[in-house]
RNA sequence: UCCCUGCUAGCUCAAUGGCAGAGCGUUCGGCUGUUAACCGAAAUGUUGAUGGUUCGAGUCCAUCGCGGGGAGCCA
């Protein structure tokens, strides 16, 4: 096992004259007359570790098996670089080979790869520059999330993957059951027995953990959770997933404007904190995949977040002069055309719309006083739109009840939702954001599927 | 799901309906320190699938599959 220290990222920073082991993948090799360079990576760093090996050092037959894609050891001593590139670099003693990789057949060269080729080899393109750098940036990126709220007092809730309360409303379920698909249970009606399913009832995959987390936010103030989620629509986008993280944090004692006030904080901090962690990785993404994406990320950390009513916002969108694909009015919701307008042209920064036409927002949305708006909020980032979606609850017993009859809901499904707002209610506030977009806002990449491991999509679920 | 678009060598792409091409990678050779190295040579093809039109289809038509962009749904 390596130890801390014996990282490659170690040993670039390591002392000149000291003997060390290197284990990793060979990127690429340069042969000249009476010298080789061999480029090592380990995932530990951007920066390859350079590997000198002067003619003759290092036995014939391990040389030509030390290709690119190999997995090897080297052992050697550490020196100063006498080029231009990297300070250091390891003169060769030793390598020994732990996997050969046949140069005829590896895929990855150094150049030249489109994004959806490397996602076809989703097993090797962790290898590569640009898959390594989105890598290390998610592991960045989630730690940041847990400090930020950690740091905030927050407690993490586990809330559920798997549910049959059938009642979060947030989009198309998959369905989760052991019965025989083949030949399944009937009722006497003819229709799918579901007591005889797993849980004694239909059973789904989450598709948002704000009800539970709710649930803890009364009872730990506030709270949060981080976990995948589960949307059956058949979207087919650059930016949707079947399966996704998404962060939910939900605060007790908290209105609209500590809500807001939390999620510009929490953005400002979990960005800043990979510029510091990532400067390698991002100047990266900077150079090779979007040469914006430094400045907008400084940008968001240094400056407000504007604030914008939802009537406001119909009201410059309907004097821009533009003519839209979808009409601007008041009652209907924003398009991303619309949005798009407001964060990349009016605004240039990410955008925080609130308050919203009840009818398009949904049913646990706190009521505004003017009886027309609820107090939703929607924060928009230039280019990819909707970052986070959340509100202030509606915490009236007999408000959220008339809400639920009114929109026809399952009233019986939502009793523990009610009791919670029978038995020592408060008024509480909280958002989602899904982790993905937050990665393509800070990785400058262009489709969703290369933010995340293994991407699930509508007929894809590969790896 | 809808609209547009693409699918040719391992990869990225060319090819008026008329001989299947290049760059990169790979292999071999050269080069005294390279940085997406450089120079020379060679090998590499069921043109996504199935039908159809045609003397002749990579090219035109139909259906299907897969990818990309946009839209809807949303995070």
Redesign the pocket.
């Known amino acids: 096992m390596i130890h801390k220290g014996e990282y490659l990222r170690d040993l670039l920073r390591g002392e000149v004259g000291k003997t060390v082991h290197a284990h990793g993948w060979v990127k690429?090799?340069?042969?000249?007359?009476?010298?080789s360079?061999i480029?090592l990576n380990d995932g530990s760093s951007f920066q390859d570790l350079?590997v000198?090996v002067?003619a003759g050092s290092i036995p014939e037959e391990v040389m030509k098996v030390t290709?690119?894609g190999a997995c090897v050891r080297v052992t050697g001593e550490i020196?100063a670089?006498?080029?231009?590139?990297?300070p250091v670099?390891l003169?060769a003693k030793e390598i020994a080979l732990y996997g050969g990789a046949d140069?005829?057949?590896?895929?990855l060269?150094?150049?030249?790869?489109?994004?959806?080729?490397l996602?076809d080899i989703a097993h090797l393109r962790t290898r590569s520059n640009t898959f390594g750098a989105v890598f290390r940036v998610r592991n960045a990126l989630a730690h940041a999330i847990h400090s930020s709220f950690q740091e905030r007092g927050f407690v993490y809730v586990h809330t559920p993957i798997i549910t049959a309360s059938d009642c979060e409303g947030?989009?198309?379920m998959f369905q989760v059951t052991t019965l025989d698909m083949m030949n399944p249970p009937r009722t006497d009606k003819g229709e799918m027995d579901y007591a005889k399913d797993f849980f004694g009832k239909p059973a789904f995959l989450t598709v948002?953990g704000q009800l539970n987390a709710e649930i803890f936010a009364l009872a730990f103030t506030n709270v949060y959770t981080f976990g995948p989620t589960f949307?059956a629509?058949?979207?087919?986008?650059?930016?949707?997933?079947?399966e996704?993280w998404?962060i939910e944090p939900e605060m007790a004692f908290c209105d609209l404007s500590g809500n807001m006030e939390l999620a510009e904080d929490f953005l400002k901090y979990t960005i800043k904190s990979v510029m510091e962690a990532c400067p390698d990785d991002l100047d990266f993404f900077n150079k090779?995949i979007d040469n914006t994406v430094l400045e907008t990320l400084t940008q968001v950390v240094e400056s407000r977040f504007e604030h914008v009513t939802y009537t406001e916002a119909v009201r410059i969108l309907e004097k821009s002069g533009r003519t839209w694909?979808?009409p601007v009015f008041w009652g209907a919701?924003l398009?991303?055309?619309h949005?798009?307008y407001l964060t990349e042209e009016t605004f240039k920064k990410p955008v925080i719309v609130t308050d919203y036409p009840k009818e398009i927002k949904a049913f646990y949305m706190r009521a505004n006083e003017d009886g027309k708006t609820v107090r939703a909020m929607?924060v928009l980032a230039p280019r990819i739109?909707?970052?986070?979606?959340g509100s202030q609850r509606e915490e009236r017993y007999d408000v959220l009840l008339d809400k639920i009859r009114k929109q026809d809901l399952n009233e019986e499904a939502y009793w523990w939702y009610l009791e919670l707002r029978k038995y020592g209610s408060a008024p509480h506030a909280g958002f989602?954001?899904?982790f993905?977009?937050l990665m393509l806002y800070l990785t400058g990449m262009?489709?969703?599927?290369d933010v995340i491991p293994f991407p699930r999509?509508?007929?894809?679920a590969d790896f």
Request: aromatic content about 6%.
């Open positions: 690429t090799r340069r042969d000249s007359k009476g010298i360079f480029q350079q000198v002067e290709t690119t020196v670089s006498p080029a231009a590139g990297q670099e003169k140069p005829a057949t590896y895929p060269q150094k150049k030249g790869h489109t994004m959806e080729f996602r947030a989009g198309a948002s949307r629509e058949n979207s087919n986008t650059p930016r949707h997933l079947s996704f998404m090779r694909e979808f919701d398009q991303s055309e949005e798009r929607d739109g909707e970052i986070i979606g989602g954001l899904g993905e977009r262009k489709n969703i599927r999509t509508p007929a894809s």
